[in-house]
């Protein structure tokens, strides 16, 4: 909180009202203001008292979320009014201050007020820095914070407080301003872990009723219901926005990323965040949202808004079909994330990497070759045939993952095991054994199998749904999928293919668009795996 303190009245022709200002907008703690001298214009200067030291007080730390409130510094431009009502017009504003002119942040400040005060009490107001009305405050739809945990923007982005300033036994005045506006920090993470490349660039807040907008103030605060220029959304810019923005940590950290956001007070429905996200490698901006329902903002406080960005992950490791090492063991971080990049440390035969090369057994006529390596636990040829054609499968274009701890977003829909059970009668053994009664592991012909009826966006139901990640596939050491990583996604099944008795090809589950499909495909190129348990 701000605790304020008028000064003694020296008898002139002309005097001054002068102000002390510092504080916290969510600090409980009241300062001690005490007279400490004259300025050479004859004005009492008042300067805020360590309540332990009775020292200067330089322990404030400005424009910062603490992790139980947001405390502010004074900004160039920073007045404040005082509503003397022995007088017409009654709002007066504050004649000049101490902060610097040019670029000026000062934890401590002084205010000055031209004119005699005597009354015992004066109603204070702060209405935003810049803002030349003393009974207006606007709360920006659009604001923005240039670097991480620093609340310098939020006095012009619509922070306001009124106050009562009480006459002391001594002459002087003080008062604890009261913040009106509410206040929003968020604390975006992802613990599965990004790389410094992907930024928070921008955080966007959406209800179904106004939250900002220019609203008559009075000596009780903000007026909600004169609202006028009304916004249903507020879009906080972090750094600029673009290609410049916030780390991402892997938990909750101030220094990193806490981003402020000032709100109008008000009960809100349907309360939407929306962290925008970019890559500076990938290129890849992608919308993250996560509803709150029912959000009440009370004046003058501050609401912690911590969240683990829902960004799925499929895993990081590519294989050859049936190896029993990922595609990059031993290079882990040489792996290319973007299409047209090669990296010549990829496996290049049985001999010179055997744990990383595919299973080579060829599948005899008439019988199935059984996966013992990595493949093992992914979806048979039959079991992913399900999925495919009575899976409802949908695309979406717009669902965010990471892989190797980059971002991308693109990716297919499918419905769960249990639901596809459910809904055709199966049991596990019928849909591992046959697909619309065959059985498909030994069978070497009408490949491949395509279904083009599928959806575009997302399903009405996503919890009867799973997601697959459009994960590109590796070929000699370059993502080699027909399309970027985010528009064409490849995963092997455990069932090896027969065709022409080679030993050679395997079935893999490819999709992107509008389509999905089985493929046969050579067991070297190195594709993601499922397993069959994450289906459920």
């Known amino acids: ?21 510092v504080g916290c907008a969510n600090d409980e703690t009241a300062q001690d203001n005490t007279a400490k001298q004259l300025d050479t214009n004859g004005m009492t200067e008042f300067a805020v008292v360590d309540n332990s030291t009775k020292a200067l ?7 910062e979320y603490t992790g139980s409130g947001i405390k502010f510094y004074w900004t160039s431009n920073d007045r404040l009014w005082i509503n003397n009502k022995a007088v017409t017009p009654s709002l007066k504003e504050s004649h000049r201050s101490s902060i610097p002119t040019t670029n000026g942040k000062e934890t401590d400040a002084k205010f000055y007020f031209a004119g005699v005060y005597s ?29 991480p945990n620093d609340g310098a923007h939020i006095g012009k982005d619509g922070d306001c407080g009124t106050a009562e300033a009480k006459r002391q036994t001594d002459g002087s005045y003080r008062f604890t301003l009261d913040h009106k506006a509410s206040y929003l920090t968020f604390l975006p993470y992802y613990s599965i872990g990004f790389t410094t490349d992907v930024k928070v660039t921008q955080i966007r807040v959406k209800a179904d009723q106004v939250i900002a907008a220019t609203y008559d103030f009075d000596d009780t605060g903000i007026k909600t219901t004169t609202a006028t ?44 965040v929306e962290y925008i996200l970019y890559d500076q490698v990938t290129n890849v901006t992608a919308s993250v949202y996560k509803n709150y329902g029912n959000v009440t ?33 031993g290079h882990e971080n040489e792996q290319p994330v973007v299409n047209g990049v090669t990296n010549p440390n990829f496996p290049k035969s049985k001999t010179s990497d055997p744990d990383r090369w595919y299973y080579d057994v060829e599948a005899p006529t008439g019988h199935a070759v059984v996966a013992g390596g990595h493949a093992a ?12 054609f009575k899976g409802n499968p949908h695309w979406d ?21 249990r639901v596809i059970l459910a809904e055709n009668s199966l049991n596990d053994a019928t849909m591992r054994d046959k697909y619309d009664g065959k059985d498909y592991r030994p069978v070497g012909t009408a490949w491949p199998r395509i279904n083009n009826s599928v959806a575009t966006g997302t399903p009405a139901n996503t919890d009867d749904y799973f997601f697959l990640p459009a994960i590109n596939y590796f070929f ?61």
């Open 377 to 388: 636990f992914c979806p048979n040829v039959n079991e992913m045939l399900w999925f495919i």
């Open 57 to 63: 007080s330089n322990t404030r730390t400005a424009g």
């Open 397 to 417: 274009s717009n669902k965010p993952f990471s892989f190797a701890k980059h971002l991308y977003k693109g990716g297919m829909w499918f419905k769960k095991k």
């Open 476 to 536: 000699n050491g370059e993502l080699a999928g027909s399309g970027n990583m985010g528009e064409y996604g490849d995963y092997w099944t455990s069932s090896a293919s027969n065709v022409n008795n080679s030993n050679e090809n395997a079935f893999n589950l490819a999709f992107g668009g509008g389509s999905a499909g089985i493929y046969n495909s050579l067991r070297r190129k190195g594709a993601m795996t499922i397993k069959l348990k994450d289906f459920n």
């Open 297 to 329: 903002c009370q004046p003058g406080r501050n609401k912690k808004i911590a969240t683990d960005l829902d960004v799925i992950n499929r895993g990081d490791k590519l294989y050859m079909w049936d190896a029993h090492k990922d595609y990059w063991w």
């Open 229 to 272: 220029s009304p916004s249903k959304c507020i879009t906080l810019t972090l750094k600029g926005g673009g290609t410049n923005g916030f780390n991402i940590p892997t938990a909750q950290n101030l220094t990193e990323n806490a981003a402020i956001m000032v709100i109008a007070p008000g009960k809100y429905t349907n309360f939407t």
């Open 119 to 147: 009354a015992a009490t004066y109603p204070v107001r702060y209405t935003g820095n810049g803002n030349t009305s003393g009974d207006k405050v606007t709360i920006k739809a659009a604001q923005a914070q240039q670097a």
């Open 1 to 21: 909180m701000r605790k304020i303190q008028f000064g003694k009245m020296r008898t002139l022709a002309l005097t001054a009202l002068v102000l002390f200002m």
